[in-house]
């Protein structure tokens, strides 16, 4: 018989089973195994029922920037929720939200002096879309609405966050979406077209002025903005030619188009810095972001926007005609300001910068096998694409991925310890993102792991 401190879980099993409704997961799966249930977390890892350990290199989902178990952080929550656990802004302020405003405007780059907060990422996607439209209303374009946004990228799943998102696989049940989204080249130098697959620079160079092939194609008139990552997620991390975003900001201030820089993911330490776009030298007239502010802590996103964006709504009686009921959240707020004390504490940007080579050059070992065509990314933030045959870069067709993928490597890398991404919505990948107080012990094990385990799926090809 189960005590009361000790939790039943084959009764939270079958309660998962018949209850709980799993994101982005196919529960056909569950019919016969277990769902897996991670019930603690220290540092790197996490431990699920059975008291099995996993290094969490995703961070939970490219999330949990400082890692688990922080007493002090938890406990700054709760003094908050003890002293007013609940206020909107609508109309209203509260300490906290005015706090966290000023800080991240403080590391904001350029003149991004106003914070706008939303509980997500795809909440903060869209705010700044509907932002981006009115805003053009307020100044006199109002045919400016469509948004550019790169192929098989990843805005969020909200309609109009889905309507900007580049994974076409994902849209069809929910159209018809909001009209506007309009795909350009995403900048994954592996699979680069053969004009340009020789030079980063001059590809680069093809990659930023299709954005503006586009933008004439549509028409300047009727773009509002366009949305990049710093380093693209979906597909597998595709970091930036050198120059690339130079030469984006150089076309939307040709057009009168706003840069919307998406760092749902990429901001607050995943690339060694406080935001993604500085790493990269380029000022966008948005920040969008959520996930790594709180670590996880507590849920909050938003946009950071440029005073200019600002100016139109402090006059007469406009407003921005959009909010959100637990947006600036009194609790995530106070998390997110004491995950911040954390960041610099501990000088966590600084671990990633010294340490980001280091991570390389581990998962680069992965190359000796012949299942690894490439390894990309910066910082805590890495792709490792998987193709059939090393030589011709051959990928995959939609069964092996599938065997492959969901078939093996996804049971396979839970079950040696790791917990990461083997997604096939572009070519099939292998994705890292790990706490940023990880060091080289952290590195070894995930590459010895990942090392195992696609030597396995090699063989069974």
């Not at 989204?181 to 680069?192: E, H, L, S």
């Not at 402090?314 to 995530?332: C, I, K, M, Q, R």
Request: aromatic content about 12%.
């Amino acid at each position: 018989m189960t005590s009361k401190s000790e939790p039943d879980y084959a009764a939270l099993q079958a309660a998962a089973k018949r209850h709980l409704w799993l994101h982005f997961t196919r529960h056909s799966a569950y019919q016969e195994g277990d769902v897996p249930m991670i019930v603690r977390g220290v540092g790197q890892y996490v431990f699920d029922t059975r008291g099995k350990r996993y290094l969490d290199g995703l961070s939970g989902l490219f999330v949990s920037q400082i890692g688990h178990g922080r007493a002090d952080v938890a406990e700054a929550g709760a003094r908050q929720a003890a002293e007013l656990a609940y206020f909107p802004l609508w109309s209203y302020a509260h300490p906290r939200a005015i706090e966290l405003a000023e800080r991240l405007t403080a590391s904001a780059p350029g003149d991004l002096n106003r914070v706008f907060f939303t509980t997500s990422g795809s909440e903060a996607v869209e705010s700044a879309w509907k932002m981006a439209k009115q805003y053009f209303k307020l100044t006199g374009e109002p045919a400016r609405y469509k948004v550019l946004s790169r192929y098989i990228a990843y805005h969020g799943t909200t309609h109009g966050a889905l309507a900007i998102t580049g994974l076409p696989d994902i849209k069809p049940p929910f159209e018809p979406l909001p009209p506007g989204g309009v795909r350009v080249p995403n900048t994954n130098f592996y699979r680069a077209p053969s004009f340009v697959a020789d030079d980063i620079t001059e590809f680069g160079v093809w990659a930023a002025d299709e954005i503006e092939r586009a933008i004439l194609r549509e028409g300047p008139e009727s773009v509002a903005a366009v949305y990049l990552e710093p380093v693209q997620n979906s597909g597998g991390c595709f970091p930036p030619p050198p120059g690339y975003f130079q030469r984006v900001r150089q076309i939307c201030d040709k057009y009168g188009v706003l840069l919307v820089s998406d760092e749902v993911i990429c901001a607050f330490g995943r690339l060694g810095y406080m935001f993604g776009c500085e790493r990269y030298g380029y000022q966008p007239d948005v920040i969008t972001f959520a996930k790594g502010v709180t670590s996880g802590y507590a849920p909050l996103g938003g946009m950071i926007v440029s005073d200019r964006l600002m100016e139109p709504y402090l006059h007469d009686s406009t407003s921005f005609l959009h909010g959100v009921t637990f947006a600036g959240h009194p609790v995530s707020c106070a998390v997110a300001l004491a995950n911040l004390d954390v960041f610099e504490k501990e000088d966590l940007l600084g671990n990633v910068r010294t340490n980001e080579a280091a991570f390389r050059a581990t998962l680069e070992k992965l190359n000796d096998l012949p299942i690894v065509g490439d390894v990309r990314g910066d910082g805590y933030f890495y792709g490792i694409e998987l193709v059939k045959d090393k030589a011709t870069r051959e990928t995959f067709d939609d069964d092996e991925s599938e065997r492959l993928l969901r078939g093996f490597l996804s049971p396979a890398l839970f079950d040696a310890g790791l917990i990461c991404r083997a997604d096939d919505r572009g070519d099939p990948v292998i994705q890292l993102s790990p706490p940023l107080t990880c060091t080289q012990e952290h590195f070894d094990e995930i590459e010895q792991i990942l090392h195992a385990v696609l030597t396995e799926a090699w063989s069974r090809l």
